[in-house]
């Protein structure tokens, strides 16, 4: 087993003392309290209150439903559970574009009702007023570039990012920009991995990779997909851990049988 015992609580501090000394960083998506509770003791280092909650947790086809009150929800869900993990939240879609008031605003909201210790949000430039405002209250930010989900729309499709060289220079600034204003680590979704090991880099602050090859300071998975309950979403660069969605069939096929046998409950299950 490979956690490190001595970091009693992580912060974004060790997050950039992990870079500094070449530990890779941990991070994994959590929504409610019981898998919280497991990813932390098992050792993670961030857990990331996705708003992929939209499609893991509610069923929607993309992240744009989720709302503030919900991501609040789950992240206050997760906050309860935890002892060790920085807890990082996604800023939902429309809560901090065009309006840095109203992005510092849904900041405060989250970290003030659950509790969380940092919070997400996607883009470079065009957010960058956003990001400075929230920096400037004391929130810590990470940053998210590359395939930006609450995009999909403008994206078109989820194909890999940053593959011509204009999209490259614009994420390598982006990056940069990103660094200089203060966040404390950025995800890079979907990439090159020759990009995102040039990015990790150039930069000083963490840089936390999805898709985006093994040159980056760390990774981050959605937890629903590396333990195999989602299984539409199989992408090239996710690692499947285990067949929780088999093992969940056949636990419920055998629970199905032993009430319909009166198998279950036996004497000792009853009072
Ligand atoms: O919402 C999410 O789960 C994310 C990860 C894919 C990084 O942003």
Redesign the pocket.
């Known amino acids: 087993m490979s956690v490190n015992k001595d970091i009693k609580r992580v912060t974004v501090h060790t997050l950039k003392s992990m870079k500094e000394k070449g530990e890779p960083i941990s991070m994994l998506?959590a929504y409610d309290f019981s898998m919280a509770r497991i990813l932390d003791e098992a050792g993670i280092e961030v857990l990331?209150v996705?708003?992929?909650a939209s499609n893991v947790m509610a069923g929607h086809e993309t992240?744009l439903p989720i709302t503030l009150d919900q991501m609040i929800y789950h992240a206050s869900s997760v906050i309860r559970a935890i002892q060790r993990a920085l807890v990082v939240v996604?800023l939902p879609f429309g809560t901090y574009q065009g309006n840095s008031r109203k992005a510092l605003a849904s900041a405060i909201r989250i970290m003030k009702e659950s509790g969380a210790h940092a919070v997400?949000l996607e883009g470079g430039y065009a957010v960058q007023n956003s990001i400075r405002r929230i920096l400037k209250a004391g929130v810590p930010v990470m940053g998210?570039l590359g395939l930006m989900p609450q995009s999909i729309y403008k994206f078109g499709t989820y194909v890999v990012r940053a593959k011509e060289e204009q999209e490259a220079e614009q994420l390598r600034s982006d990056a940069k920009l990103l660094e200089e204003i203060g966040c404390f680590a950025i995800?890079l979704?979907k990439i090159p991995g020759e990009l995102a090991k040039e990015v990790a880099k150039s930069v000083s602050i963490p840089i936390i990779g999805?898709g985006a090859g093994p040159d980056v300071d760390g990774q981050?998975l959605?937890t629903h997909d590396m333990l195999g309950i989602t299984k539409e979403f199989r992408p090239r660069f996710l690692r499947i851990y285990t067949d929780l969605y088999e093992q969940i069939t056949n636990a419920t096929h055998q629970y199905i049988k032993d009430v319909k046998s009166r198998d279950f409950p036996n004497e000792k299950e009853a009072y």
């Open positions: 998506t990331l996705g708003d992929s992240t996604d997400k998210h995800v979704e999805i981050v959605v």
